[in-house]
């Protein structure tokens, strides 16, 4: 007995020590939480363990975007290169700090298209990007994107990743389809290549996904062992054969195949060029550019009226749909895994929020674009093509974010001239990519959206059947009658399809009108709008409504009813008190009303409300 004794004391004290070490570190993570320091010194560590051969490569998967509008702005002098670069860098690196997931930093496409064609001057450009990230801080910081959100449904967001998805791998067929055959490095055969090899390297093998992720955990504890055990020296030669060996479990990094092909090609033709044209600025110079100019002092009024009317208006449904809503739910999409589940009551579990995004993008212009930056924003084309060459967390947009700050600061006066060397083939390759991977994402979220609202359907006439069984067996009268009369008008108004068929369907053709507006006429806004209005018509749009506003019009009415009744039970407290909750509970089975139905409803409010 005595030795049993024993044990059960050391048991005991095991289990206190273990809860004590479980709380000291709690509260050491929780101090290191509060602590911006340590907090930021953790999280640079978790970026720099992430930093893999796969992250390098999708971190260039955004280049096909960016490249060429920066070139195109900065030669017409719409944009000043090494302070937009600096910016644009600085923004990649606090957005992958913010964010474990590869959110990109992409120019504005309105407006550089307006700038493009109306040959605008840096002031304009710079008043357009400061209105509009304004108007999207505003947005965003009073929960208006909630509102366009709920207005917008997830069809038409899937026929936009689409349209969009299309326009961008059109367009890099375009400049593919402009070259020549042959007789320069620079032809239609490089790009012909660079395609088949890239649909070689990227091909999805059939395995599954559990042994997918044995192979990624092994591989990842076979790394972290590696990078324990290896010196300065194994981490250079690591880094230097980064593209020639990809770990098992991950997708070959054809991101960086892409940027060296470009780049070898690249160098070929500043070295070989007799620049007699004057195309190129060299020999190329170190430094001599500022990173960082003043660029309010020379708007005038005009330039204020032009970049408000002429660039933030066209440019705000562009950047509310495809810069926030669509990215919010392509990341949703794409990393289920890192989803929030401990997020407070009344919120989604989403991996960014669309309040988040919205301010993040409207912070990024109001702060950066006034000493030089160009108007950026974040884009769901550059996080498919990210994602589609490999990227998964933040530490790829830290790293791309780092080189273009230092490609501003040592090459800031000759960075246009190594942009412009880049073959338009590559970037075509690199943009079609991130086309084809934006449309294939917002096919997948049209097929997940509508097999979900099919488990929703199925769901609600499981609980319809059961509540009509409970209810003719007396059991949770009160409970169920609120239910109904919450969602009345909600089931039987909603024109439900019988089958999924139907319901993919309907869904297909809400994205397709969608798709094809936004292709045909270039215009997200109108995409959208197209999109909104087949809803409404064709879909379940109106009752949808309808069905909002009957719910909202029952929650208003609800309290006062309830308040109405809990005086009329507080009168009869005199007359008969109840002690216990179990009385509360008997009374109420036995009588259905009165002080009963009263105490039943607290708790039927309080989820409600």
Known sequence: MSSQRDEFVDDDANTRNEQVASESEQASTSAETKNPIKKFCRRTKTILSQLTRSEISGSLGDLGTLIPLLVALARQRSVLLAPALFWAGISNVITGYKWDAPICVQPMKSISAVALSELWTAEKVTAAGITTGVLIFVIGITNLIEVINVVV?????????????LRLASRGIQWIAALSWAGTWDCITLAIVCSALCLYW?????????????????????????????????????????????????????????????????????????????????????????????????????????????????????????????????????????RNPNRPAGKNDAVITRKEMSVSVGLINIFFVPFGGMPNCHG?????????????????????????????????????????????????????????????????LLVSSVE?????????????????????????????QEEREEGWLARNTRRRPTSKKLMLRRSTVIATVTTMVT????????????????????????????AWCERSWRSRSRPRSRRSESSSADNNDDVCEVPSSNACAGTLVATGS??????????????AQ
């Not at 090609?265 to 620049?275: G, K, P, R, V």
């Not at 660029?295 to 009024?301: D, N, R, S, V, W």
């Open 153 to 165: 449904p997830p069809h038409v967001v899937s026929g936009i990743q689409i349209g969009v998805g």
């Open 519 to 546: 292709v045909g006429t270039g215009k997200t806004s109108y995409g959208a709008l197209s999109g909104w209005v087949t809803h409404l018509m064709y879909g379940d749009g109106l009752t949808d409504f309808f």
């Open 452 to 480: 979900k609202e099919y488990e929703e359907a199925t769901c609600m006439a499981a609980e319809e059947a059961a509540a009509s069984v409970d209810a003719e067996s007396g059991e949770g009268i009160s409970r169920q």
């Open 594 to 607: 009165g002080s009963g139905s009263s105490c039943g409803s607290v708790d039927g409010g309080t989820g």
């Open 202 to 338: 990227l091909r999805e093998t059939p395995d599954d996904d559990q042994a997918r992720q044995r192979r990624l955990d092994r591989s990842q504890r076979r790394r972290d062992q590696e990078r324990d055990q290896s010196n300065i020296l194994g981490r250079m030669m690591d880094f230097a054969t980064c593209g020639l060996r990809p770990q098992p479990g991950q997708p070959h990094p054809v991101g960086i195949y892409l940027f060296l092909i470009g780049a070898l090609f690249a160098t070929i033709e500043l070295a070989t060029t007799d620049n007699a044209d004057g195309q190129y600025d060299l020999p190329l110079r170190l430094f001599g550019a500022p990173v960082a100019v003043w660029a309010l002092g020379t708007i005038q009024p005009e330039d204020w009226r032009v970049g408000f009317f002429d660039g933030a208006i066209p440019q705000i449904p562009l950047t509310t749909l495809n810069s926030v809503i669509s990215v919010c739910a392509l990341a949703h999409c794409l990393y289920p895994e890192k």
């Open 380 to 444: 769901a084309g550059g996080l498919a093509g990210q994602h589609r060459l490999g990227a998964r967390h933040g530490a790829s947009v830290v790293f791309l974010g780092t080189c273009k700050i230092l490609l501003a600061i040592f090459f800031g006066s000759s960075a246009l001239t190594l942009l412009d060397a880049v073959p338009t083939s590559v970037l075509g390759v690199m943009l079609a990519i991130a086309g084809q991977e934006l449309a294939t994402t917002g096919f997948t």
